[in-house]
């Protein structure tokens, strides 16, 4: 992230914003494919941000700098690519649409104030496009439309607006209809000509295109005017009033801002049909980050603060929505500054809580930003300061990772941090040799640090390094970026961790009596062992009587019976659920030891095993997955095919169904890659442990 210059041509130096209302925060969505980066690209060129437009094939363009994003001709990280528009600073946030990476994209949400939904003229309206919205919705995020690619032979802007209006509800509206080279504008009644490119030329529209504005513009007007906090202009606009071009503006942005209102812009990038509107309507219709609430902010010991607004002279309190390393510059953390103003060369204080179930401990440091830069994808361009609203990149600042917050050591504070995606598919690593071990560790601490949805596991009981990840793309990202470190590494079958149980009661004599020059060692103990139910865990018990085993050396054998139950007795396989009940034994007032009974203890508990049967214990995994109604039986059959226990079906929010099942948790390996795949993307699961129970005869422990 620290090249000199993009590879189309960065055209200028960064430019720092003084004021916050100057400010829009826009981040682009939409389903993989749909032309969010190739928009950016053209964006950044009809602005003169860049020389010339990059091509996404080529790998050229100036968001998909990743060299997996160039490999996978995809979006695979967030991305900023700052315009400047009628003396607005647009930051145009690039996300990725693919299902692996939802948590970028929920950062690109966080970063931002508004969104661009990006889809395509020839694809309508798919599950995966849907979940993409559900997203935005679930964080109230406002949002107008983008029908892309006007240029496809298979363009049917009309046909993907009403696809998107019986997807997302009434409040889709055009803003503008495509006409001939061009679009006509509804509110305006305006004619913008793109036959000579970008800018366009304003004329008037033909005869032929009235018939069709006028059913269009009263439809919009009327979408509007519902949204105004004026309650007589509806009364006025049907009494034949001709409603104030700035006014309808002026609740249409009320209308976008709440999120009940979503304007379509039709788009081509390449003939740069659409792209004075986009940045026109950013400007006018968007909200600044004056109108967005900050998150809720706490001190680091949970004590509440007074909630904070975009003023630049405010208390500092900013975010980290990304953390990428950079082979030349080290640690490059992208900031959204909620409050305040950051400048360089003064100390910060770093906090980092709440996401230890992630691997980021909780964490407080005091460091020092050295300088601050706006970021054009890979290129670092320094500013003096970014104020409130604004975003910006720091580097070196060590102890940074995403989702922390940045403000004053004097007034330390925390922000409450967004959701993030549970990862549900387990890669088992290893290093080719012992000499990339080393460098395994240190990417890995990288690459967890920037990547909330990157859970590290190591397996003490199978003896495997686990990577959770959001799916195989998300897997085939990481594994790049661990090679691209220097770190030569294999993936291998994940083992799952098993337990072992008495079948049924058992007894046990261990005897350790050896004698040599000296002090020798005596220890005998008598046990007997019976199963409990699941859950019960361990339990020792004395019933010792007159003193065959001495009470000091109790404790003894307790300790290591509890080792040889730790360790296992059948492939290694911890016991549990059992009750060691301390019945008899012999001790030597010279050669009995601690260390004497702790072995004979053991030697017990394996011959009461030896005398007995022992069940292996598989985990099942308690799973809630949520799903639309026609995929029901299919998932259904699927988790029968697994050895799933449905508990239950219920109804879910937005006519989906939730079904809880108890799966056991080497059927769930590839789950959510065979559910992705059942259900076309739109069904989701969260899992927790239940319990251990029984393998049956002939199951595979893999």
């Known amino acids: 992230m620290a090249e000199k210059q993009s590879k189309n041509g960065d055209s200028g130096a960064a430019v720092a914003v003084d004021d916050p209302a100057k400010v829009r925060n826009v981040v682009l969505v939409g389903p993989s494919g749909s032309g969010k980066t190739t928009l950016a690209e053209a964006l950044l060129a009809a602005s003169g941000t860049v020389t010339r437009a990059g091509s996404v094939v080529e790998g050229t363009t100036v968001c998909d700098h990743d060299p997996a994003a160039v490999r996978q001709q995809r979006s695979v990280g967030l991305s900023v690519a700052p315009v400047l528009h009628q003396g607005h600073k647009i930051n145009l946030i690039d996300t990725p649409g693919y299902a692996d990476f939802v948590g970028e994209l929920r950062a690109g949400l966080r970063a931002a104030d508004a969104a661009l939904f990006v889809v395509c003229a020839a694809e309508g309206v798919d599950a995966a496009t849907v979940a993409v919205w559900e997203e935005c919705a679930a964080v109230g995020m406002p949002r107008a439309v983008v029908v892309s690619r006007l240029d496809h032979h298979r363009a049917d802007p009309a046909g993907e607006i009403a696809a998107c209006q019986a997807a997302f509800g009434a409040g889709v509206l055009p803003l503008y209809l495509p006409a001939r080279d061009g679009l006509v504008g509804l509110i305006t009644r305006r004619y913008f000509d793109y036959s000579d490119g970008f800018p366009p ?310 005897r350790h009596v050896k004698q040599s020059g000296g002090h020798g060692q005596f220890a005998v103990c008598d046990i007997e062992v019976q199963p409990l139910p699941r859950g019960s865990g361990f339990e020792f018990v004395d019933k010792v009587v007159g003193g065959s085993v001495p009470h000091q050396f109790i404790p003894s054998v307790e300790k290591g019976v509890r080792a040889q139950a730790q360790r296992g007795l059948v492939d290694g396989h911890p016991l549990i659920d059992i009750r060691v009940t301390l019945v008899d034994g012999k001790a030597h007032s010279v050669d009995s030891s601690d260390a004497a009974f702790q072995t004979a203890g053991a030697l017990a508990l394996k011959e009461a095993a030896a005398a007995a049967k022992i069940v292996l214990l598989e985990p099942l995994e308690e799973v809630a997955v949520r799903l639309p109604d026609e995929h029901l039986g299919t998932v259904l059959g699927d988790l029968s095919s697994r050895r799933g226990r449905v508990l239950g079906t219920e109804s879910g929010e937005g006519g989906r169904t939730v079904i809880r099942a108890e799966v056991p948790a080497v059927e769930l390996l590839r789950y959510a890659i065979d559910l992705r795949s059942l259900t076309s993307g739109t069904a989701t699961f969260p899992r927790k442990h239940a319990r251990f129970e029984p393998m049956p005869e002939g199951a595979v422990a893999r």
């Open 201 to 510: 030329k304003i004329g008037e529209p033909d005869e032929a295109d009235l018939a069709r504005l006028n059913e269009a513009r009263n439809e919009l007007i009327e979408g509007v005017i519902a949204e105004s906090e004026d309650e007589t202009l509806m009364d006025r606009y049907l009494a034949g009033e001709e409603i104030a071009e700035d006014t309808l503006i002026a609740d249409l942005e009320t209308a976008v801002a709440r999120g009940s209102f979503h304007p379509v812009i039709p788009v081509c990038a390449t003939t740069g049909v659409g792209l004075a509107e986009v940045l026109d309507g950013i400007v006018r219709a968007f909200p600044s980050p004056l109108e967005h609430v900050p998150p809720e902010v706490t001190s680091p010991d949970g004590e509440p603060h007074a909630h904070l607004r975009a003023d630049p002279d405010g208390p500092l309190a900013a975010e980290v929505v990304r953390t990428a390393v950079d082979s030349y510059v080290g640690r490059v953390s992208l900031v959204r500054v909620f409050s305040g103003t950051l400048r360089p060369e003064r100390p910060v204080h770093v906090s980092g809580h709440g996401l230890a179930e992630r691997g980021h401990e909780d964490h407080d440091a005091d460091e020092r930003v050295a300088h601050l830069y706006s970021p054009l994808g890979a290129n670092l361009r320094e500013v003096p300061y970014c104020v409130a609203g604004d975003l910006c990149a720091l580097t070196k600042v060590g102890s940074a990772e995403t989702g922390d917050t940045v403000s004053s050591p004097d007034d330390p504070l925390i922000m409450k941090p967004w959701t993030m995606p549970e990862p549900l598919l387990p890669v088992a690593v290893i290093a080719k040799t012992r000499s990339d071990e080393d460098t395994l560790a240190r990417n890995l601490s990288r690459l967890v640090a920037g990547d909330p949805t990157l859970r590290l596991d190591r397996n003490a009981e199978t003896n495997q390094l686990v990577l959770w990840c959001m799916g195989e793309a998300h897997a085939d990202v990481v594994l790049s970026r661990l090679r691209a470190g220097g770190a030569d590494v294999d993936t291998e079958p994940v083992r799952i961790s098993l337990r072992s149980t008495f079948a049924g009661p058992g007894r046990g004599h261990g």
